[in-house]
């Protein structure tokens, strides 16, 4: 049984690009999370999807910032005009759910690692 | 506002001692409580949880310790090895919830 798959693992972008990050959940997975990590950081909480609704945005800035969770294929971690400050490790996690009787359990992706020069 | 903090930003110990690692929680709401393990350029691996209901639980050489009243949680490694050198991360939310809330993390060093 296949992980979390995160691609790419490594993605440079200048200036004003957009970069898009995509995020394969475990399977028999529908809710997704995206976080971001700056370096020596923890990871802070971005968006919750569960497949076609954003649940919770709160983390997300209201800005450049999109994402998405299509009834098929990955969910989409989408930053339009990127600024330096957007360098970071972004990861997903999914899980099966969120209810009390099967726990909160997250299993994370390798993380996508943004570097904007 | 988000506050889960670890008193210990590192923590080097010797292999084979024992290691704890210690973290604050500032939401009495929450009532689920994540110890995740992140090796360097890795994602985050869950190493142990435990609910409010409990205050302690006990896994394969790890065991947390739960502190409703101080809002302390607490992560304990025995017979460290240097396998065991990665950061670690408490994490807490609550039923109904979605957001979960990472602390800062300790650098945990073994020392062989």
């Known amino acids: 049984n296949a992980g979390v798959m995160q691609n790419p693992r490594h993605l440079v972008r200048r200036r004003g690009q957009e970069a898009r990050l995509r995020c394969s959940p475990m399977?028999?997975?529908?809710?997704v999370y995206w976080y971001r990590q700056l370096p020596e950081e923890g990871l802070k909480f971005m968006v919750y999807?569960?497949?076609?609704?954003?649940?919770?945005e709160s983390g997300m800035p209201k800005e450049r910032f999109s994402a998405e969770f299509p009834k098929e294929g990955p969910s989409i971690l989408r930053i339009q005009q990127v600024v330096r400050g957007d360098s970071a490790a972004y990861f997903c996690?999914?899980?099966?759910?969120?209810?009390?009787?099967?726990?909160?359990?997250?299993?994370f992706g390798p993380g996508t690692r943004l570097t904007v020069t | 506002g988000e506050s889960v903090g670890l008193h210990l930003p590192t923590l080097s110990v010797q292999e084979g001692d024992n290691s704890i690692i210690n973290c604050a929680y500032s939401?009495?709401?929450?009532?689920?409580f994540i110890w995740y393990k992140q090796e360097s350029g890795k994602g985050p691996q869950f190493i142990i949880d435990?609910?409010?209901?409990?205050d302690k639980r006990q896994g394969q050489r790890v065991t947390v310790l739960l502190n409703k009243t101080v809002k302390h949680l607490s992560l304990q490694i025995a017979a460290t090895q240097p396998g065991d050198s990665a950061v670690y991360f408490c994490?807490?939310?609550?039923?109904?919830?979605?957001?979960?809330?990472f602390g800062a993390g300790t650098r945990l060093f073994v020392k062989a």
């Open positions: 996690a999914s899980s099966r759910s969120v209810g009390q009787e099967l726990g909160y359990e997250q299993y």
């Open positions: 399977k028999g997975h529908s809710h």
């Open positions: 999807l569960q497949k076609e609704n954003i649940i919770d």
């Open positions: 939401n009495s709401a929450s009532d689920y």
């Open positions: 435990i609910r409010s209901n409990m």
């Open positions: 994490a807490e939310t609550y039923t109904g919830g979605f957001k979960t809330i």
